[in-house]
C-alpha cells in the first residue's frame, strides 16, 4: 500500500510557507526571511501506518514555473519578490475588502497588494492536488484575507465530478502568541464550520504541531472515501495514535 500524494502550501508573501516545510523536512529554520521567488517541489518520501508514501510538496510562490528545491533562487527574480512583498503591505488592506464572490476579480485588481500575487491554479495545475494547506500569520488580518480568497479559488477551480480534496487552513507562527488579531477559538470555529475546513496553528521556528500538521494532512487525504463523516471532523485529532516519519 502507498503512492503519491500532492500537496500545494499557499499563502501570502511572508506567512511562513518556506519554513513550515523546511522544519518538516530537515528540522531548521532559516532566521533571516528571503523571500520564494517561484514555486518549488519538494519531494520526500513518508512512513505513515506501515506504508510509504511518496509526497509532492508544492511550495507555492509568485512565480509560473516549478524550481528545484536545493537550487538558489535567481537573484533578479528574490529581487523582485522581495519588492512585490513590500509593496503588498501598503494596499493589502484595500484588497482585503473585496467581496468574496468577486475573489478572481479581486486578485487581479488589487493593484500593488498582496492579492496580485494569488497563483493562477489553472497554469499550476492545482486542480490536480490531493490537498492543501492554507497558511495565515495569526498576527495578520490580511494574510487571513487572503486565505480566504484562495479556498475560494479552489472551491471554483475544482474540476466537476473530482473527489474532495482536504483542506487544513494553519495559523503560523503561534510563538507570537500575544500579537494576534483574533482570538483561536472564534477563526477555529469559522473555518471548520462555515468553510467546511481543517484548522490549527503552528510555530515553524519552534516546530510546534508541525509534524502533526503533515500527519493530519495525509489522514485526512487517506479517509477521503469516508463519506459519513464530515472532512472538517476528520481532520481534527484523528491522528495522535498514528506514526508518521521521513524517509
Same mark, same amino acid.
Request: glycine share 8%; net charge positive; charged share 20%.
Given at each position: 500500500?502507498?503512492?503519491?500524494?500532492?500537496?500545494?502550501?499557499?499563502?501570502?508573501?511572508?506567512?511562513?510557507?518556506?519554513?513550515?516545510?523546511?522544519?518538516?523536512?530537515?528540522?531548521?529554520?532559516? *532566521?533571516?526571511?528571503?523571500?520564494?521567488?517561484?514555486?518549488?517541489?519538494?519531494?520526500?518520501?513518508?512512513?505513515?501506518?506501515?506504508?510509504?508514501?511518496?509526497?509532492?510538496?508544492?511550495?507555492?510562490?509568485?512565480?509560473?514555473?516549478?524550481?528545484?528545491?536545493?537550487?538558489?533562487?535567481?537573484?533578479?527574480?528574490?529581487?523582485?519578490?522581495?519588492?512585490?512583498?513590500?509593496?503588498?503591505?501598503?494596499?493589502?488592506?484595500?484588497?482585503? $475588502?473585496?467581496?468574496?464572490?468577486?475573489?478572481?476579480?479581486?486578485?487581479?485588481?488589487?493593484?500593488?497588494?498582496?492579492?496580485?500575487?494569488?497563483?493562477?491554479?489553472?497554469?499550476?495545475?492545482? /486542480?490536480?492536488?490531493?490537498?492543501?494547506?492554507?497558511?495565515?500569520?495569526?498576527?495578520?488580518?490580511? $494574510?487571513?484575507?487572503?486565505?480566504?480568497?484562495?479556498?475560494?479559488?479552489?472551491? *471554483?477551480?475544482?474540476?466537476?465530478?473530482?473527489?474532495?480534496?482536504?483542506?487544513?487552513?494553519?495559523?503560523?507562527?503561534?510563538?507570537? /502568541?500575544? /500579537?494576534?488579531?483574533?482570538?483561536?477559538?472564534?477563526?477555529?470555529?469559522?473555518?471548520?464550520?462555515?468553510?467546511? &475546513?481543517?484548522?490549527?496553528? &503552528?510555530?515553524?521556528?519552534?516546530?510546534?504541531?508541525?509534524?502533526?500538521?503533515?500527519?493530519?494532512?495525509?489522514?485526512?487525504?487517506?479517509?477521503? !472515501?469516508?463519506?459519513?463523516?464530515?472532512?472538517?471532523?476528520?481532520?481534527? !485529532?484523528?491522528?495522535?495514535?498514528?506514526? &508518521? $516519519?521521513?524517509?
Amino acid at each position: 500500500m502507498g503512492g503519491t500524494l500532492r500537496v500545494a502550501v499557499l499563502g501570502a508573501p511572508g506567512v511562513g510557507k518556506t519554513a513550515i516545510i523546511r522544519q518538516f523536512l530537515y528540522g531548521d529554520f532559516p *532566521e533571516r526571511h528571503r523571500p520564494t521567488a517561484a514555486r518549488r517541489l519538494y519531494r520526500p518520501a513518508v512512513l505513515l501506518n506501515g506504508a510509504v508514501y511518496d509526497l509532492s510538496i508544492s511550495d507555492g510562490g509568485p512565480g509560473p514555473a516549478p524550481a528545484p528545491a536545493a537550487g538558489p533562487a535567481a537573484a533578479p527574480a528574490a529581487a523582485a519578490a522581495s519588492a512585490a512583498s513590500s509593496s503588498s503591505a501598503s494596499a493589502s488592506a484595500s484588497a482585503s $475588502s473585496a467581496a468574496a464572490s468577486a475573489a478572481t476579480s479581486a486578485a487581479s485588481s488589487a493593484g500593488d497588494g498582496g492579492l496580485q500575487e494569488l497563483p493562477d491554479l489553472k497554469d499550476w495545475s492545482l /486542480q490536480d492536488m490531493d490537498a492543501f494547506v492554507l497558511v495565515y500569520d495569526i498576527c495578520s488580518p490580511d $494574510s487571513f484575507d487572503y486565505v480566504k480568497v484562495l479556498r475560494q479559488q479552489i472551491a *471554483e477551480n475544482r474540476p466537476a465530478g473530482a473527489p474532495e480534496a482536504p483542506i487544513i487552513v494553519v495559523g503560523n507562527k503561534r510563538d507570537q /502568541q500575544r /500579537q494576534r488579531f483574533s482570538p483561536r477559538r472564534a477563526l477555529a470555529v469559522l473555518v471548520k464550520k462555515s468553510w467546511k &475546513c481543517g484548522y490549527m496553528e &503552528c510555530s515553524a521556528k519552534y516546530n510546534w504541531h508541525v509534524v502533526l500538521l503533515f500527519k493530519e494532512l495525509l489522514s485526512s487525504v487517506l479517509a477521503r !472515501g469516508c463519506k459519513h463523516s464530515h472532512p472538517a471532523i476528520r481532520l481534527q !485529532g484523528a491522528l495522535h495514535p498514528n506514526r &508518521c $516519519s521521513l524517509m
